[in-house]
Nanobody, 124 residues
Framework: QVQLVESGGGLVQAGGSLRLSCAASGRTFNTNVMGWFRQAPGKEREFVAAITRSGVSTRYADSVKGRFTISRDNMKNTLYLQMNSLKPEDTAVYYC?????????????????WGQGTQVTVSS
């Protein structure tokens, strides 16, 4: 069993920054691809970013490319998402998730464990 707990969400003005963290416990964190997803009210959960076990390779949704950075610290069993130049359309609940494969997948079905989510609200 894996437990994932997100933190760092909040209310920020457009153009501002936030750093999300995801603390993992249970089954070994550093053996899997990890990802961030988000879900806005009335919309489906969507891919944001993913990172390989080593942290060398990453993948981003086009909507966040150049503004968000995913990283991980395997010694601390923690995943991060640095979000800069935030826009009102980034408002959503953000979830971290553990992948079931070694590829940087964008589909929800490729991730098996999920955190409870943290709210990010960007005001205009």
């Amino acid at each position: 069993q894996v437990q994932l707990v997100e933190s760092g969400g909040g209310l920020v003005q457009a153009g501002g920054s936030l750093r999300l963290s995801c603390a993992a416990s249970g089954r070994t964190f550093n053996t899997n691809v990890m990802g961030w997803f988000r879900q806005a009210p009335g919309k489906e959960r969507e891919f944001v970013a993913a990172i390989t076990r080593s942290g060398v390779s990453t993948r981003y949704a086009d909507s966040v490319k150049g503004r968000f950075t995913i990283s991980r610290d395997n010694m601390k069993n923690t995943l991060y998402l640095q979000m800069n130049s935030l826009k009102p359309e980034d408002t959503a609940v953000y979830y971290c998730a553990q992948g079931i494969t070694t590829i940087l997948g964008t589909r929800v079905a490729l991730y098996d464990y999920w955190g409870q989510g943290t709210q990010v609200t960007v005001s205009s």
